[in-house]
Each structure stands twice: as structure tokens, then as C-alpha cells.
């Protein structure tokens, strides 16, 4: 049987434990957590492939359509100290829900798949996310242009990978895997169901134990080189303000995670300046999960503070660095370096103290006095992430963004360069699942509610089969995501467990009904 803590480190009292998760993809850490889920499966008895990429599926096969499939599960790759559940927590659903298929000791007509998508967070490869589920949909991705950020091409990141885990699989006296092209076509899917952890902590204080998510958001994110700081805090702080609009809450929300500028200066700027540098320190968060109002950045109370001093002769901006961001993260440290006219007048100098004051205020950060900024690797200007829902589009980011440029070039008189290195479309879940996992809710008396993902997964990019039905199931949470304080109940965890259980069951069925009717037809049988 398997059990929670199989996958996951919970006290003796049933609570899950609090910790830092380093299993970037492909490291020797995720093939340890690959091999756990890969003894479940060979517990079960199910068979287990691995593909180019190195997504790994489990498979209960069908009787009479084995080219059709129902698949079920997620990723168990996280980012730098992400938290438990960030992803193994559908990967445990799908396990549960196939032993309770194996034990029912009932053969469907089509298969039934666990499936672990490899690399869906961009951490190792800056930027580049679910790579195992987009090589599923047909994409070209050329694995030896794919760079991680140790500098080794994603075909030898995979190699090492695969040789580690099936060196791993035989220490542990695990059977060996079958190595294939693709572990899933697109011609197969019938249904692909995937269950996660909210990514912010609005479920739960809905009071709500199950989310059903009808539509998923899509990335659009750029770099913008700008050489001066004042006009990447104008930037910084115009698209946060159009973004806190009421028209569109709930269509994007816009983060800039990088602001590293320095500006030129030489000795004789600083005659009779004194130079003072600031660490700026919120609370890294999700970029997407977390809505415009409940963020504590770092990189927007900087840009705040240097705003409202742009007219102020007493203040020259030197540098400003974000020298540790995770990927597509509300940045929790920048520092600011600046110098100060010793000559200035009292209201000159207040007004650094009322700028401090007030973006400490606006952007819920804390401002601290340091000796000196931390270098960044390279000047890297702005990295701007913009997460799109159903009804925001990428031309309309586009223009959303440039516009922003546009408006501040013509202010500051500055050029800004721009390479945009993400442009997705959000993705809507089946309508027909939303209500049929709505029904399963009420028939448990299962509190739930109908909600939007505001970071991105697998099930968005697997497929592009329009007879697919997809739905992505949520449980509650508190802590964020990609966090260390990322948690939830193990109740909440069976809870959601139970619903995929159901679900995939039903989907079973409607499968059986389905292909047994086709047999029928395409063989000239008479109906029974």
C-alpha cells in the first residue's frame, strides 16, 4: 500500500514537516525521488517506461484499445528551496488512484497512465520550463542548444541523468526500466488529469478543501537592457500600477524579479557626496500565485524609493543589484547604492528619509543601511515576467509593454532595448471535467470552488489533441509555493486524492463505454 510518507516527510503527529527542497532536474537529488516513485510502481505492478527527455510513465494496460490512454500525474523537479509538494503531490495522486484500479482487479479497455514529467520548473535551465510535456506535445527542442546554468547542454544533462538512475534502480534491486522514444502520443490521450497544491494560500482561507481550475495562465517574459536606474524604476513602477488596475486583476499580474543597473560615474561625482547603500528586503514569492496586493518585493520597493527621489538635485543613483533570484520569483533582496550631496538642504535630505518611509509603506519591505552592494555576475537590466490568464493574450502583453517604453523613453529621454524570450497563449481546462469533478465534490459533500491557476504545468502544455480532456484539481494550502513554508494537511492531501481517484474511475468508464461502442460498430456486431 502506498502511503503518504513514502513521498513525503510528515512528524509523529502527522503534520508534514517544513524544510528546503533542492531536486532541480535531472540532478542526483531527483533521481533519489525517481527511483521512490519508480518502486511504487514496480510495487503495483505496472510497466515503466522512460523517454529521450526522461518523463517516466507507469502503465496499467488496456484490454481491447491499448492505443488510447487516460494519463494522471505531475513533476517532482523543484526549484532552489521550494517546498514538499510543489508538484510529487499529483505524482502521489496518480500512484493511489492506480492502486486502487489495481486492486479492483478490473481491466479497462484503454490504459491507464502515471506519468512524472520531467523538468517542468525553469530553474536549471533559466527560463526554459516544462520541457518533458512540451517534447510530449511534438516541440523541437534541440537538447544540445538547451544550456543549464552549470553550462551543460540538456543531452548531457539527460544522459547523466538516465545512467544515475538506472545505476540507482539496480543498487536498490529495483527491475530496470524500458527505455522508449515518446511514453505518451498525442493521438492517445483521451483524458490527462493532474493534481497540485494551490500556489497561494487563497483556497484555504476560502475555506475551501478542493479547487477546480478552469483556465491556466501563460508566460510572457522579456529582458529589457536599460542603462539608467531612474528609468527602470519608471518602468518597475508603471507596469505595477497597471497591473493593480481593477479591468486587470484578472487578466495578468506583472513582476520584475531582476534589476541590476549601474550607472556610469567617476571620481569626481562623488566631491563632497556621501555614498550610502540600502538592502531592500521583502518576502520571495511565487510571481504568479501571488496576487498584486499580498506581495512583499523587494525589486518594486526599490524602484518606489528611487521614483519618488528622481527630481531630488541631492541624490545621484549608483547601482542597484538583485543578486539572488529564483526563477519567475517575487524577489526577496535588492540593493541600492546611492550618493548624497553633503551640502544638501534639511528638506532635500527628508525627502530620502519620506521616500524610504513611504516604499517601505506601499511595497511592505524593510529597508536596512549596509556597507557596500553585492556585485552582480554582469549588468543584466530587467527581466519582466507578465503571467497571462483567459482574455489577456501576448499581443496584447506586447503592446502593454512597449507602450510602458514607449511613454518612458519619451519622458527620460533614455533607450531601452528589449528581447522577449517567452510568449505563451493561457490554456482552458474541459468544461465537461470542471462539472463532472464539481459533481464528484458535492456527491462527498467536499467543500470546493471554481478557480484560475496563476502559474503555469504541465497539463497546459502536454497537449495540443483538441479531443483531450484536461482538468487540473488543486487542494489547499498556506506558505505560498516555492518556498520552504510552502505546507498543507495530509488530510487535505487525501482529500484530493480521493476526488482524482474518483475521477479517473469515471473516466474509466466512460472510456470502456466509449471503445466497447466503436468495437461494435467498426465490426458490424449487433448492439447488445
Not at 3 to 27: C, G, H, M, S
Not at 71 to 99: I, M, R, W
Not at 407 to 428: E, F, L
Request: glycine fraction near 6%.
Amino acid at each position: 500500500m502506498i502511503k503518504i510518507t513514502d513521498l513525503f516527510e510528515v512528524d509523529e503527529n502527522n503534520i508534514p514537516i517544513q524544510k528546503p527542497i533542492n531536486r532541480n532536474a535531472f540532478t542526483s537529488e531527483d533521481v533519489k525521488y525517481k527511483v521512490k516513485c519508480i518502486k511504487a510502481m514496480q510495487d503495483l505492478g505496472l510497466n515503466i517506461t522512460i523517454d529521450k527527455i526522461g518523463n517516466i510513465c507507469g502503465t496499467i494496460p488496456g484490454k481491447s484499445c491499448c492505443k488510447k490512454s487516460i494519463l494522471c500525474g505531475s513533476h517532482t523537479d523543484s526549484v532552489d528551496n521550494g517546498g514538499q509538494f510543489d508538484g510529487p503531490l499529483g505524482v502521489y495522486a496518480a500512484l493511489k488512484s492506480a492502486e486502487a484500479i489495481v486492486k479492483s482487479g478490473k481491466q479497462s479497455a484503454v490504459n491507464y497512465k502515471v506519468i512524472i514529467y520531467a523538468c517542468e520548473e525553469s530553474t536549471r535551465f533559466e527560463g526554459k520550463a516544462c520541457l518533458g510535456s512540451k517534447y510530449l506535445r511534438g516541440d523541437n527542442l534541440d537538447f544540445e542548444s538547451i544550456v543549464s546554468r552549470e553550462g551543460i547542454s540538456l543531452k548531457e544533462c539527460i544522459a547523466h541523468y538516465k545512467a544515475e538512475l538506472f545505476q540507482e534502480l539496480e543498487k536498490n534491486g529495483l527491475a530496470p526500466i524500458e527505455e522508449v522514444d515518446r511514453v505518451v502520443e498525442q493521438d492517445e490521450i483521451i483524458t490527462a488529469i493532474e493534481g497540485h497544491i494551490e500556489q497561494a494560500d487563497m483556497l484555504r482561507e476560502s475555506g475551501k478543501k478542493i479547487g477546480i481550475c478552469t483556465s491556466i495562465v501563460a508566460p510572457y517574459r522579456l529582458e529589457a537592457d536599460i542603462s539608467d536606474i531612474k528609468t527602470g524604476a519608471k518602468f518597475i513602477c508603471q507596469l505595477d500600477e497597471a497591473a493593480k488596475k481593477s479591468e486587470n486583476l484578472q487578466k495578468y499580474r506583472a513582476t520584475v524579479p531582476e534589476f541590476s543597473i549601474q550607472n556610469r560615474a567617476d571620481e569626481n561625482d562623488f566631491i563632497d557626496k556621501q555614498i550610502v547603500t540600502f538592502r531592500v528586503t521583502g518576502e520571495s514569492n511565487h510571481s504568479g500565485a501571488t496576487p498584486m496586493d499580498r506581495r512583499k518585493d523587494a525589486v518594486l520597493g526599490t524602484a518606489k524609493f528611487i521614483d519618488a527621489l528622481c527630481e531630488n538635485p541631492a541624490v545621484q543613483f549608483l547601482e542597484t543589484c538583485t543578486s539572488d533570484w529564483g526563477a519567475n520569483q517575487i524577489t526577496n533582496c535588492c540593493e541600492v547604492k546611492l550618493a548624497v550631496d553633503c551640502h544638501a538642504s534639511p528638506k532635500n535630505i527628508l525627502d530620502v528619509y519620506a521616500a524610504q518611509r513611504d516604499a517601505s509603506k506601499t511595497a511592505h519591505v524593510c529597508f536596512k543601511r549596509i556597507h557596500d552592494i553585492t556585485k552582480p555576475d554582469k549588468e543584466k537590466g530587467l527581466f519582466i515576467d507578465i503571467r497571462q490568464q483567459i482574455g489577456w493574450s501576448p499581443e496584447l502583453s506586447s503592446d502593454l509593454i512597449f507602450e510602458t517604453a514607449k511613454d518612458i523613453v519619451h519622458q527620460t529621454k533614455t533607450n531601452v532595448r528589449m528581447h522577449i524570450t517567452a510568449k505563451g497563449k493561457p490554456y482552458q481546462t474541459n468544461s465537461d471535467l470542471v462539472e463532472l469533478a464539481s459533481q464528484i465534490c458535492q456527491d462527498k459533500a467536499i467543500p470546493f470552488t471554481i478557480l484560475k491557476s496563476w502559474a503555469g504545468h504541465d497539463l497546459a502544455t502536454l497537449t495540443k489533441n483538441p479531443d483531450a480532456r484536461t482538468i487540473l484539481l488543486f487542494c489547499d494550502n498556506s506558505g505560498g509555493s516555492h518556498n520552504p513554508q510552502e505546507t498543507t494537511h495530509v488530510d487535505s492531501m487525501e482529500t484530493l486524492t480521493d476526488v482524482i481517484c474518483t475521477l479517473s474511475q469515471m473516466e474509466l468508464e466512460r472510456a470502456n463505454q466509449l471503445y466497447s461502442e466503436k468495437e461494435l460498430e467498426e465490426n458490424n456486431y449487433p448492439p447488445v
